[in-house]
């Protein structure tokens, strides 16, 4: 089993930056891809980025590309996404999630143990 904790999120406002933690325990996640997702009000839970197991290989949704990056300290058992230039509408409850899987996936379904998600809230 692997324990996920968020960190990170809160209110800021649109163009400022933020880092989410995703602090993981119960096993190493150094053999878990792992991923961000994120879910707005009213809205099916959507895909953020994904890291493989040694943090070479990223994906990002076209919405967060270039401003978004996902990183990953194996040593800490520890996962961040670095948010840029945020923008009202990236406001949501963001979750990490790890995947026991060499390779990277966007549906969340494929996903095996999730956090409990941390919020952020980008004003204009």
């Known amino acids: 089993q692997v324990q996920l904790v968020e960190s990170g999120g809160g209110l800021v406002q649109a163009g400022d930056s933020l880092t989410l933690s995703c602090a993981a325990s119960?096993?190493?996640?150094?053999?878990?891809?792992m991923g961000w997702f994120r879910q707005a009000p009213g809205k099916e839970r959507e895909f953020v980025a994904t890291?493989?197991?040694?943090?070479?290989?990223?994906n990002y949704a076209d919405s967060v590309k270039g401003r978004f990056t996902i990183y990953r300290d194996n040593a800490k058992n520890t996962m961040y996404l670095q948010m840029n230039s945020l923008k009202p509408e990236d406001t949501a409850d963001y979750y990490c999630?790890?995947?026991?899987?060499?390779?990277?996936?966007?549906?969340?379904?494929?996903?095996?143990?999730w956090g409990q998600g941390t919020q952020v809230t980008v004003s204009s």
């Open positions: 999630a790890a995947r026991s899987s060499y390779w990277g996936s966007s549906n969340p379904r494929e996903y095996d143990y």
């Open positions: 119960g096993r190493t996640i150094s053999t878990y891809t």
């Open positions: 890291i493989n197991w040694i943090g070479r290989g990223t």
